[in-house]
């Protein structure tokens, strides 16, 4: 049963326009969340972090909103890049793990 | 430093063989993590260490699978005999601490059974 949940397998965004990745988990125990970038051969990289005592965290061009009642958050990226075409994981701490979600592929397109 | 280093990059065997994955973590890190990646489940959390021990492996799907960290600087996934359905890609890393510390990822192993 996944605890962690990215409904949506991809996503294309524009240059310059904004990204929006959702996630959404079913334990409110979960205390804190990540977001890490994982690009074709290579293993996953921290992006951002957020601590369920905040509702936004953010860092240049990425930001992280959390929305505790309805168990969801997103990371938002603004401007899009195309560097920014990766596989980009949910994940929240159980305790003293991280549960991952399945990911979205975001694509950024000139 | 080199960051998490994982051995081999590719790995293809056929069924019923013995199949060894290799890491070697971030010098100073104390926690390590066994990972599997599958497009029906995601990453998944297959056993971590602390201090050299197993601290939880109940990510582990079956006997077949083991994990050893005999020293701060090693750790091997072994599964015997191998299946098709363990197809995948098993991922390491290491982080100074536990989970709310960042962790760093290895390349990954890509295995195929075949």
Redesign the interface.
Known sequence: D?QVK?NSPSLSVQEGRISILNCDYTNSMFD?FLWYKKYP??????LISISSIKDKNEDGRFTVFLNKSAKHLSLHIVPSQPGDSAVY?C?A?N?????????TRLQVFP | DAGVIQSPRHEVTEMGQEVTLRCKPISGHNSLFWYRQTMMRGLELLIYFNNNVPIDDSGMPEDRFSAKMPNASFSTLKIQPSEPRDSAVYFCASSQGYAKNIQYFGAGTRLSVL
């Open positions: 996944q990215q804190y051969a290579e293993g996953p990289t921290f994981f994940a701490i305790t003293d793990k991280l549960i991952f979600g399945t990911g």
